[in-house]
Nanobody, 130 residues
Framework: QVQLVESGGGLAQAGGSLRLSCAAS????????MGWFRQAPGKEREFVAA????????YYADFVKGRFTISRDNAKNTVDLQMNSLKPEDTAVYSC???????????????????????WGQGIQVTVSS
């Protein structure tokens, strides 16, 4: 079973940037599709960004398109979320998630649903001040 640990959260000003990183351990990272989700106080967890096993497929929520970039480094077992042009409404707990790819599945698919993922990190706080 893969273990996921997020880092890089904290406080940023509106218009600023933060880079989140998720380190995976325990299983073959290159077999996992990865995603980032967030949950603001009083709201449900929502999809932010996803990247395929191959790294060639990415998908973003409309509210982060053009501002956030997801990437992965299979040699380091990490997936990052570069967040630029931050807004106060980006304030939330951000969690990374992993989905083990079934044999013969498409390695270029990025998954966007919460139920698509089998493993979750504990989450990290991101606070954006106005």
């Amino acid at each position: 079973q893969v273990q996921l640990v997020e880092s890089g959260g904290g406080l940023a000003q509106a218009g600023g940037s933060l880079r989140l990183s998720c380190a995976a351990s325990g299983r073959t990272f290159s077999s996992y599709a990865m995603g980032w989700f967030r949950q603001a106080p009083g709201k449900e967890r929502e999809f932010v960004a996803a990247i395929s096993v191959s790294g060639g497929g990415t998908y973003y929520a409309d509210f982060v398109k053009g501002r956030f970039t997801i990437s992965r480094d299979n040699a380091k077992n990490t997936v990052d979320l570069q967040m630029n042009s931050l807004k106060p409404e980006d304030t939330a707990v951000y969690s990374c998630a992993a989905r083990e790819l079934a044999p013969f599945s498409d390695r270029h698919v990025a998954y966007t649903g919460r139920s698509d993922y089998h493993h979750w990190g504990q989450g990290i706080q991101v606070t954006v001040s106005s």
